[in-house]
């Protein structure tokens, strides 16, 4: 299935040193579903409609501090593929040409849309992300925004001093909240009111009731309930109506599943492939594979490498963590690190996945040993 019939013209440009004051106006006026940047009339970047919206950016910035580079993709490019490049862009948006020519666009939610039948056939629990971060409700918002930070997320669920879900946290709950009180207040100096937001408990900015996922029911049911309620993911529970938190469900935990290549072959997928330094793709690719190649009996079918920076830098090199999700016949195994640059951290996060692995491995063959126990016993 090609892109053809999913991408729209339906899209506004304009250049990378305008207004985002102006480019708002036009975003209020025309209602495109993306903007394509330009520069000297050659493309050069995307703003998605949430992007602009939820940023605080002021309006004399120019439109080149928001953009973001998302790689051109052609119009009867293959839907996986597409989907691909959207994880790994870190991006909901990608421009579309014809040719040499731009054409226009393609959303995440389009595609999402378009492929939803398909989806009956996996169920939340093989796509969730299961190593879930939650926060507590009386917990200080700027305690939620460190945590959203460090792991590189846009969403936490709220649980009680029990650890039962009360609510879900986005970054689009706090940006509202911040635009809202600054709305309210006027300019000026506001580092004061700003302390004092960051001290408000989690339990005032949280969404609540919660919309949920369980694992059994189908990803087509789950993506309905997104699109429905104009939302990008859901708190997976362990049964209907349930409040432990068994993981988060996201329209890119989705976009990646449609990238899954067949059983019994390996997919390798970036998120955020701009910020490999003195390390390749192919290099990154090349030592998953080996790891899974050690343990083949856990049969790893994909792979997802998740890069994240950091604000600080040692002599101007970033801070970067690395999280690295594999999934197996066996469930889930995952290994995170952090590193100054790309390459450091990304061999972090390998060391620390090989020996879950090893655990993992290890208690398989615990349990194929107590077995073999228990038949030996059977037969005396």
């Not at 250049?15 to 940047?37: A, C, H, M, T």
Request: net charge negative.
């Amino acid at each position: 299935m090609d892109i053809s019939e999913i991408a729209i013209s339906d899209y506004t440009e304009v250049d990378v040193g305008e207004r985002l004051g102006k480019v708002r106006s036009i975003f209020e006026r025309e209602n495109p579903k993306g903007l394509i940047v330009t520069r000297d009339g050659e493309y050069a970047g995307v703003i998605g409609e949430r992007d602009l919206v939820r940023s605080r950016i002021e309006n004399d910035t120019k439109a080149s501090v928001l953009m973001k580079s998302a790689p051109r993709v052609d119009r009867t490019e293959d839907v996986r593929e597409v989907a691909r490049v959207l994880v790994e862009g870190n991006t909901k948006i990608a421009p579309v040409y014809e040719g040499e020519n731009l054409w226009g666009i393609v959303t995440a939610d389009a595609i999402l849309e378009a492929v939803l039948d398909s989806l009956d056939a996996l169920t939340v629990e093989q796509i969730r992300t299961a190593d879930v971060v939650t926060v507590n409700e009386q917990s200080h918002v700027g305690q939620a925004i460190n945590r959203l930070r460090k792991h590189g997320i846009s969403r936490l669920p709220v649980v009680d001093e029990d650890g039962y879900l009360t609510g879900v946290l986005t970054t689009h709950d706090i940006v509202d909240f911040v635009v809202r009180d600054a709305d309210r207040q006027g300019r000026g100096d506001r580092r004061g009111d700003l302390d004092r937001m960051l001290d408000i408990p989690v339990y005032d900015l949280m969404s609540s009731p919660v919309l949920t996922a369980t694992g059994d029911e189908t990803v087509e049911d789950a993506v309905r309930r997104m699109l429905d309620n104009d939302i990008s993911g859901l708190v997976v529970t362990d049964e209907e109506g349930g409040d432990s938190v068994a993981g988060v469900l996201t329209k890119t935990d989705v976009l990646r599943a449609l990238t899954f290549t067949e059983e019994g072959q390996m997919d390798v997928q970036i998120t955020n492939v701009a910020l490999l330094d003195t390390i390749s793709r192919e290099e990154i690719v090349e030592e998953i594979t080996g790891v899974a190649d050690k343990y083949q009996e856990m049969q790893v079918q994909h792979a997802h490498v998740r890069f994240h920076e950091h604000k600080e830098k040692l002599r101007g090199t970033p801070l970067i963590q690395c999280q690295i999700r594999l999934r197996t016949n066996r469930g889930q195994v995952a290994g995170t690190g952090e590193g100054y640059g790309a390459d450091h951290a990304f061999h972090v996060a390998a060391d620390t996945l090989e020996r879950n692995v090893l655990e993992v491995k290890g208690l398989i063959a615990d349990e194929e040993y107590r077995g073999q126990l228990l038949r030996k016993l059977g037969e005396l």
